[in-house]
């Protein structure tokens, strides 16, 4: 049972869960009084019992943990960080790529422009550009993407260097993440990610025959046997470190939960998986009939996963993280990754946009490196969006986990950042089902024998 606004998570029986679902519309005797039918034959059930457990509603109640009010509709309409605050960028150090992934969302790496990498001027001017509107913020992200970020390796590496001299100067501390196909990677690329990637993103799509499907070389070649060793030695290198394992799934493999299963079983315990971001016209796009297929597969997933903790074979999986005993900060909580306000991309040749999803969408340009943020109209709706501007989220049990969801899914789903992607909606709830189960599971083990 999980009460939306406090963010507590509580473990009931079926006739407790009954009697919170009938507290607010029935007095106590009433509710006793139909407990006692529904029940009747049950020797656990009695008045005595039933009068306790609607005690315990009640103290929970007026703790604020049930039935909670919201408190944070008044926070929403206050002004966020101050604009033009900003504390990540995603440098997209090369719109070009090794791999022709068909489902690529950024056109094989292009982002529907001519093919060009980031020189190091402009990855210096991205860092100073960071520096100089992050406000008080101390730590700021900067993450290598692409395309292929390996392409324009000693670039990155340039660009890290420059960071980390200019963090005592500036009283800042910066965290990189990178994000490859791991064709590029070599040892010399193993040691510096593992010294100076605050997180790394593998991209492979669990089984062989799933991953090849879309993951070729240029000439045609799959790419699994290539990266797999790669990834293997990277992971046993990194030791402790962050990293993710991530892969996309299609209409053609809505049993994503065994290529999940498959790269768990090659050794690697911190693992994602994505559905595709393509038009419906696609022959690999998502279906309305792929959806109770999807909804079983994160529920048998979740259950596996539990059963292989308690074996000590465990394995993280990303959409299955949740903070229930603190959670994200409530400004995360109302209004989201801060795409278009806290968080920005930077295309190659320093232009700015609100996140990797709209670049090469000129309608969406906000500025460059040069000009600085231009288009502050659009940065303003971009920081408008929130839980409470979407009447679709207002009264949805989900919203304070998703906040609202993905603009830019939102926008391409419905032509509006502040639209609802509702196939991402539904997919995202029951990911939520999910790691709340687990966590209530991982308690009661730890706990309760």
């Not at 053609?252 to 939960?257: A, K, Q, R, V």
């Not at 539904?426 to 687990?438: N, P, Q, S």
């Amino acid at each position: 049972m999980l009460d939306i606004n406090s963010g507590s998570v509580h473990s009931v029986d079926d006739v407790a869960y009954d009697m919170i679902a009938l507290y607010p519309e029935y007095p106590r005797e009433k509710i006793i009084a139909d407990l006692l039918g529904k029940y009747r034959g049950r020797p656990d059930v009695n008045e005595a019992e039933l009068r306790e457990c609607y005690s315990d509603i009640q103290s929970l109640i007026d703790a604020k943990k049930l039935y909670s009010p919201d408190e944070f509709e008044e926070l929403a309409a206050l002004p966020g960080p101050r604009p033009g605050t900003v504390k990540a960028l995603c440098l997209h150090v090369a719109h070009t790529c090794n791999l022709g992934c068909e489902y690529c969302f950024a056109g094989q790496g292009r982002y529907r422009g001519e093919r060009e990498v980031m020189s190091f001027e402009t990855g210096r001017a991205a860092i100073d550009f960071l520096v100089e509107h992050s406000g008080r913020r101390r730590n700021l992200e900067v993450d290598f993407f692409g395309g292929e970020p390996l392409m324009c390796w000693e670039t990155v590496k340039r660009i890290v260097a420059y960071a980390r001299g200019r963090e005592r100067e500036c009283g800042k501390n910066f965290r990189f993440t990178l994000t490859t196909n791991g064709l590029l990677i070599d040892d010399e690329v193993i040691e510096f990610c593992n010294r100076e990637m605050h997180n790394v993103v593998l991209s492979l799509d669990g089984r062989r025959e799933v991953n090849d499907r879309f993951r070729r070389t240029l000439s045609g070649q799959g790419s699994y046997d290539i990266i797999l060793p790669k990834f293997k030695r990277f992971v046993k290198a990194r030791g402790d470190r962050s990293y993710y394992i991530r892969g996309t799934y299609t209409h053609l493999n809505t049993d994503f939960t065994e290529d999940i299963l498959h790269m768990a079983d090659l050794g690697f315990d911190q693992l994602s998986m994505e559905p595709v971001v393509c038009p419906p016209s696609e022959p690999y796009a998502l279906t309305e009939d792929d959806l109770p297929v999807l909804l079983e597969q994160y529920e048998r997933l979740a259950s596996i996963m539990l059963e292989r903790k308690r074996q000590g074979r465990g394995f993280t999986f990303y959409h299955y993280i949740i903070d229930i005993e603190h959670g994200p900060c409530v400004h995360k909580r109302i209004s989201g990754c801060g795409s278009g306000t806290e968080y920005l991309a930077v295309t190659p040749s320093g232009e700015l946009y609100p996140c990797h999803q709209f670049v090469g969408h000129p309608q969406f340009r906000l500025g460059s490196l040069g000009e600085g943020l231009t288009n502050t109209e659009l940065q303003a709706r971009f920081g408008s969006c929130n839980i409470y501007t979407r009447p679709e989220c207002r009264e949805c049990w989900a919203r304070f986990y998703c906040a609202g969801g993905c603009a830019a899914n939102a926008y391409h789903a419905t032509g509006r950042i502040d639209g609802i992607y509702e196939y991402g909606c539904r997919l995202l709830k029951k990911r939520i089902e999910c790691a709340v189960m687990l966590k209530v599971a991982e308690y009661e083990d730890e706990n309760m024998g």
